[in-house]
Each structure stands twice: as C-alpha cells, then as structure tokens.
C-alpha cells in the first residue's frame, strides 16, 4: 500500500517537472497570440521552473528536493506549519506539552475573571499515575480559616525579616529572557496583588525597580549586576543592591529545573549596551556563566557563601535549586547543622521547570521532578530536625490550585511560578521563548511585538490570577478540613502506585558520607 | 553593516528609482506609456494593474525586513517587461532605453534576491541545507 503511494506520489512529482515548463511555454504563446494578461502565468511559471531546476539540478542537501523538486518542497511547508496546525485543530485538549490546553485555558479564565465551571467530568484519566486530594468528611468553614501569612527570616530573628501575605511569588524570569513589557506588567501585577517577584539573574533589577512592587533579587551563577570582572562576587554591589528599599530578599541561585548544571554563554553579539550596564559585563567579550558558583565547589564553602550573603545583605537569603542526588543535599543540610547556617528558605524547582533556553538534552532529561524532589528534601530537613529552621518553596508547573495544593501537602509552604505568571499574561505557548520572536511580546525585545501587551491590561490579568487561585486554595483547603496550609500534610494525599512518588527504590550513593544512616540508602 | 547588505540596498535603490519613476508616466497616462500598453492590449487596466503592482514592489523594497518579496515582484513585473519587449513592444527609440532600464530592474532584483536569499520562506530551508555541504 505505502509502495504503491510512494510510486504514484514519485509519477506526479515528475509529470509535475515536465508540466511547469511546459505551462510556461503555452503560456508564452497564449501570452503572445491572445492577450498580454497570459503573461502573468509565463513569468510565474518561469520562475517555478528556475526554482526546481535549482532543487533538483544545483542544491543536494535535501534529498527530498533532488528527486521531486517542488513536490518534494510540499513536505517541507506541512511540516513547518504542523505545529499551528496541530494546535489549531487536532491537538487534544489534554495532549500539548508543557501545557495541555486544558490547562492553559484554565490560567487564561483565572487571568480574565471568567468562571471556570466544566461540566459533565473530568477529562483526566483517573488512571495510576494521578495524585489527588483526600477530602475530609468534616469541612472547615471559610469563617473559620486563619489568613495566610508567611515570615522569611524569622528563624534567625533578623531585623528585616519580610513577611507574605499570599501564598503565591513569581518565579525568577530575568529582563533578557523578558522583554520590557512583560516585566512591567508582571512587577505591576505583582504590586497590586501584593505578591513579591523574583528578578532572574538578569543583573540590576532596573525595569522590575520602576512599578514599586517588592522584589527578591536573584544572585545567579554570573552574579550579574554584582560581580567582578572574573565572575565572583563583588561584596560591595550586592550590599548596594540590597540596601535598595523594594529589595526584600535574595535568592542565590545554586542550580534551575530546566538546565540543572548546565552554565550559560552571553555572547558578545547580544550585549547591548543596556545589557552590559545592568549586567555589569564588558560589551566585547563573550560572557560566560558558569553551571555553579566558583565559591560553592562542596558544602562547606556552599554554607559558608550562604551565611557571606546574609551577612552582607541582612535580608533573608535564600537558595534555589534543582534536586539531583539526594544524599548531596543531604551532605549540605549536615554541614548547615554543623555550622548553624541555615538559608532563610530552599527553592525546590523541578526538572519539569521552564526557561528562556537551554538544551533539549537538559530541558528533557535531567534532574528530579519537583515531586519527589519536594517530598525528599522535606523528608530530609525533617530527619535531621531542621525543618523548622527555614521556609521551603516549590516550582514547577505548579499553575493549577490542586496542583499547588499537592505541592503544600509535600511540604512547599508557598508556591513560586513563572510561566503560571505568562500564560496570565496572555501566552499562547508559541515555544519561541529564545528566538526574539514570541508572537504576544514577553519574550522577545522587539518593540513591534512588545506593542500588542498592554501593560496596565495584562497586569490586571496577574492580579486576577492570583485573587481567583487564592479564592480556589482555600476553598480546597476547606474542603481538606484545614484551617490554614500549615495543617496540610503528605496525609491529605492519594498517591497511588504509579505516581512517581509512590515507591522510589533505594538507590546507592558514591558521594554520601553519611549514606548508612540516609533515609533512601 | 556587512558588505553585502549595503550592495543589497544599492541594488534595491537603483530598482526602487527606476520603477519609481516610470510609475510616474504609468498613472499620468503620459502618452508613450499609454502606446505601449495600447500595443500589447492591455490599456488601460493593465496600465493600473501593473503600476500598482511595481508600487508595492518599491515600497517593499524600502524595508529590509520585506525587501525580499519586493524584489521576487519586481524580478516578476520586469520579466514581464522584458518578455513584453522582445514579442510586441520591441526596442526602437525609447523603447529600446525603456527595454535596457526595465533589464538593469531585472538585474538588481536578481541581486538583491540572492543576496537576501535566507530570508525567503520555505526556499531558504533548502538553500540552509545545501550550502554547509
Ligand atoms: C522565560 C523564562 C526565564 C527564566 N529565567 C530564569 C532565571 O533567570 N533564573 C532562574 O533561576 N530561573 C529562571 N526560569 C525558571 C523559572 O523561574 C522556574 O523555576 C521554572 O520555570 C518552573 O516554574 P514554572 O513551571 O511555574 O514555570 C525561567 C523560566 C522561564 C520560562
């Protein structure tokens, strides 16, 4: 059957070649003997006829185009609009990745203010891998729910201890990976929401700066916007940046979901002048940003780096990253308990989290899903009695209530997001993220695109997202039985066999000192 | 700006100033242009048509984010042209300079489409492949 196709699909594409010339001939003649207008075919088809001359004589990277020439080029142009085509039509609604439709639409009806009733049933499948919430037979009312409020710093008792007052932040998205517009909007959301925002490592947080919402830097691996030239870091900026009033806290950024271990290289094409400023980088070198920081190479110095910037800042400081091998952080919560140094808070961001770019390899395969990396590193602060010394935060496609809610009950105690954040923003999920060519302006600096989002309108969109996810998280929580997130725990949770939390198989360490005495040894 | 940009927007002046300023005579009905086209019938829509047709050709050809698609229209109208010239137009007189201007057209176009040849949709995909082997 597939023969017979090939071999027709292989005819036509040469009755194809011989009749595009052939056109062009008859309409020449037709062109001269019975009216000019003919000639509009004689020049199409000569130049189609130069153009598979071209495919099937001159060009020999495509085999495709050798044998067929312009049939052969049809391929080409289904497959590179496959993508809309599929999103458009044939995609199911719970088939695209990262995020199904369902899910999308489920943001943008938050974002806009519209009801999300369904009806009928759910269009999940209900099958072993699905986590769901265990309801309480005895609901708390919503009269009786204690409003949410978090403190980062309190442990340490430190004066500039900063307290939230929602369970929501944005999640770190640099201006660079952003583009104007779509860090204004969320910085405004996020103030009339009243929600701090992370800045990404994009270095001095200049755009963030201009709404006045509250900030949590980020210190990444460059150290942009404090570093020295080599790349370390330069005490004296950050505690510059740090004594700005909207700058509430720091976030050092050890390792990110999406490319954990994976460093980054600016090249030096893309340095603006804009950038290098905030960057604080020279224009006429690649920049490089190494996949850790050079003062964290094990944990004693990791500890220490931790406790040099909150001694410099004397803001909560807290660490970001992506669970690799287990015992290695267990290795780390040793060395705080052995130093007394413990981060204000850990951001646990799993391998399923998003970025600007990296490699595929990275994005796909590596690093925990955030969770049962959540669950391990609560499991772990936990064993060693700590847990109570820090706050612990979770990312990764965390943009729906009862997936927030899964995250609460495996330990998180408030929810970061970042593309949770975008799709309010009105994004369609079009993949460009890298390419300076995100068709809704977030992602790209082109002002021509940057037009279209509208500021005040879309951070309206963030502000709604957050007040019906707020309203969604307590009508869940009551349905839990519980009077604050506090009371959540793995108890509240139906994980059946097949999530990838039900049973994680002991797995040896080569690393781990302390491996007899680890919970997963 | 690299070399070969700036012979781009060379060739894409020197088409844009000759189709230019034919447009001109095309839409004052100036009395060569209308001969013309009384010659190959096709006065007066023809004339129109192909005015508008060499007008979004220039104003094309003043983007370089579109100059591409300005010269595959131009490269067109003036194959056209030239097409016109050697079957009922023929080079006498004015005719002949109008033959050469609407060649040197023809030629920039050519230039500019292969200079710009990354840009074209689909085509380019092709051309990616073939010139790294
Ligand atoms: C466009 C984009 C840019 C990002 N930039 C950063 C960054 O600068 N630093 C960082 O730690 N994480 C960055 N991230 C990762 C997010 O902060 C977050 O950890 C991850 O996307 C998981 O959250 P989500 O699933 O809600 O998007 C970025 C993500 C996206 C989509």
Redo the contacts with the bound molecule.
């Keep these: 059957m597939s023969a017979k196709i090939a071999i027709d699909l292989h005819k036509l594409a040469k009755t194809v070649n011989i009749a595009i010339p052939t056109l062009a001939v008859l309409f020449f003649l037709a062109g001269w003997k019975l009216s000019f207008y003919f000639h509009f075919g004689t020049v199409t088809f000569i130049l189609l006829t130069l153009l598979n001359l071209f495919y099937t004589r001159i060009q020999s990277g495509h085999t495709l185009l050798r044998n067929f020439g312009i049939m052969g080029q049809a391929r080409y142009m289904m497959e590179s609009i496959g993508p809309e085509l599929r999103q458009y039509f044939f995609a199911n609604d719970t088939e695209e990745r990262p995020f199904d439709r369902n899910a999308r639409s489920e943001v943008y009806r938050k974002a806009k203010n519209i009801d999300s009733a369904a009806s009928f049933g759910s269009q999940n499948e209900f099958d072993e891998t699905e986590i769901k919430i265990r309801h309480s037979m005895y609901p708390v009312l919503h009269s009786e729910q204690v409003p949410f409020s978090l403190t980062f710093g309190e442990e340490r008792g430190i004066e500039n201890a900063y307290t939230v007052k929602r369970p929501f932040i944005i999640?770190?998205?640099?201006y660079g990976?952003?583009g104007e517009h779509a860090v204004r909007a969320l910085a405004r959301g996020a103030r009339q929401a009243g929600i701090p925002m992370n800045t990404?490592?994009?270095g001095h947080p200049k755009y963030h700066l201009m709404e006045g919402c509250d900030l949590i830097f980020?210190l990444?691996t460059a150290k942009f916007g404090a570093r020295n030239e080599d790349g370390t870091l330069d005490d004296s900026k950050l505690a510059a940046l740090a004594s700005q009033d909207s700058i509430k806290m720091v976030e050092i950024?050890l390792s990110?979901?999406?490319k954990p271990g994976k460093g980054g290289l600016l090249p030096k094409e893309k340095i603006t002048d804009e950038i290098a400023e905030l960057r604080g980088v020279s224009k006429d070198k690649d920049v490089l940003s190494p996949p850790f920081h050079p003062e964290c190479v094990g944990p004693q110095n990791t500890v220490s780096f931790i406790k040099r910037v909150q001694d410099l800042t004397k803001l909560p400081v807290g660490i970001?990253l992506c669970l690799g091998r287990p015992a290695q952080f267990e290795e780390l919560v040793v060395e705080m308990l052995t130093q007394n140094i413990f981060p204000d808070w850990i951001t646990v961001?799993g391998a399923?989290?998003?970025?600007?770019a990296a490699p595929k390899a990275f994005i796909d395969g590596v690093g925990m899903p955030l969770y049962p990396a959540l669950k391990l590193v609560n499991d772990i602060l936990t064993k060693h009695g700590v847990r109570d010394r820090l706050k612990l935060l979770a990312?990764?496609?965390?943009?729906s209530p009862e997936k927030q809610m899964v995250a609460l009950c495996l330990g998180a105690d408030a929810i970061?997001?970042?593309?949770?954040f975008?799709l309010a923003l009105g994004c369609i999920q079009a993949l460009q993220?890298g390419n300076n060519t995100c068709p809704i302006g977030i992602?790209t600096h082109d002002p021509e695109l940057q037009r279209g989002l509208d500021i005040a309108v879309k951070s309206t969109r963030v502000v709604n997202y957050v007040d019906n996810l707020e309203h969604d998280l307590e009508e869940l929580l009551s349905a839990a039985g519980c009077r604050s997130t506090r009371e959540l725990s793995y108890d509240h949770l139906f994980v059946p066999v097949g999530a990838n939390l039900g049973a994680m198989p002991p797995q040896s360490s080569s690393t781990s000192s302390s491996s007899s005495s680890s919970i997963f040894a | 700006m690299k070399p070969s940009i700036i012979i781009s927007w060379i060739a894409q002046l020197v088409a844009v100033v000759i189709m230019g300023q034919s447009l001109y005579f095309k839409f004052t009905a100036h009395p060569a242009s209308v001969a013309i086209f009384t010659d190959i019938g096709m006065e007066p829509y023809g004339r129109i048509l192909i005015g508008v047709i060499e007008l979004i050709a220039c104003l094309l050809l003043l983007r370089s984010s579109s100059a591409h698609y300005g010269a595959l229209l131009g490269l067109g109208t003036m194959a056209g042209a030239v097409v016109g010239h050697f079957t009922q137009i023929g080079w006498d007189g004015e005719r002949g300079e109008l033959g050469i201007l609407a060649l040197v057209v023809l030629a920039s176009c050519a230039i500019v489409l292969y200079i710009r040849r990354m840009d074209l949709p689909f085509i380019s995909h092709a051309l990616k492949e073939s010139e790294k082997g």
């Design positions: 999640s770190a998205m640099s990976a952003l990404g490592e994009g980020q990444g950024k990110q979901g999406a970001k961001d399923e989290g998003g970025t600007g990312s990764g496609k965390l943009i970061y997001s970042a593309r949770g975008m993220c992602t």
